[in-house]
């Protein structure tokens, strides 16, 4: 009698059983939780936020880590930051090379945001100030080269605003023109396309921070 248990109870053997599946349950739970969130792709040396984010301090205090901007978004280019972020894990971030912010008229994302953290004030994409596309790699450059790419140029959405072709002689050649891109920071909105579309293995124009990345809100 004294080797049964009371009904309902469970034995000594099933309770170990049973405490030690937990362990490999929580971890797979985790591991699939884990799968939802990226890790910072690059070292452009900022995270690239999407449209309307307030500088960062103030968007890192705002921010819910809800998610919403990143279902909203209909390219799937906002992402979840992981662990390695630190105070950011949970935030959205756009990865250009990955996919860029294509610029949704109706700004999606910003609308679908319940904190703050992307400025509702936004309602025009050219105001949109994520960052600053800049060549950094002139030597590489296939149209600076020469070599008529302008992948870059043409795949702008704010064409012959943001990013404009500088006609110059080719001396190399000494008779053909080279159509450099010159990039306009002042018109420039940071969404990544270039940088998505340049046909090299290594992107030789990137987006980096600007001093309008840094502002407190899109109180135009």
Same mark, same amino acid.
């Given at each position: ?40 792709? #690059? ?6 936020? %999407?449209? &309307? !984010?307030?500088?960062? *301090? ?5 921010? $819910? =880590? ?39 008229? #109706? ?6 945001? %319940?904190? &703050? !953290?992307?400025?509702? *004030? ?5 105001? $949109? =100030? ?54 306009? *920071? ?35």
């Amino acid at each position: 009698m004294g080797d049964e248990n009371p009904k309902g109870s469970i034995s000594r053997r099933q309770f170990l059983k049973g405490s030690a599946v937990t362990p490999l349950a929580l971890m797979l739970a985790g591991g699939a939780i884990a799968s939802v969130y990226l890790r910072p792709a #690059d070292a452009r040396g900022f995270t690239l936020r %999407p449209p &309307g !984010a307030v500088a960062e *301090k103030r968007f890192l205090a705002a921010c $819910v =880590r809800c998610g919403m901007c990143a279902q909203a978004c209909p390219y799937q280019a906002i992402k979840l930051a992981g662990g390695e972020a630190g105070a950011g894990i949970g935030t959205p971030v756009i990865t250009p090379r990955e996919t860029p912010c294509y610029l949704c008229q #109706d700004l999606p994302c910003v609308k679908a945001c %319940p904190s &703050g !953290a992307l400025d509702k *004030k936004l309602e025009d994409i050219e105001q $949109v =100030r994520m960052g600053t596309a800049v060549i950094i790699d002139r030597e590489s450059c296939l149209s600076i080269r020469g070599l008529r790419c302008e992948v870059c140029y043409r795949q702008c959405p704010l064409i012959d605003k943001a990013i404009t072709l500088q006609l110059r002689h080719n001396t190399r050649t000494d008779e053909h023109t080279i159509m450099e891109p010159v990039v306009h *920071k002042e018109k420039c909105v940071g969404c990544g396309i270039c940088e998505n579309s340049c046909v090299l293995p290594k992107p030789v124009i990137v987006v980096r921070r600007t001093v309008e990345v840094q502002k407190d809100s899109y109180d135009f």
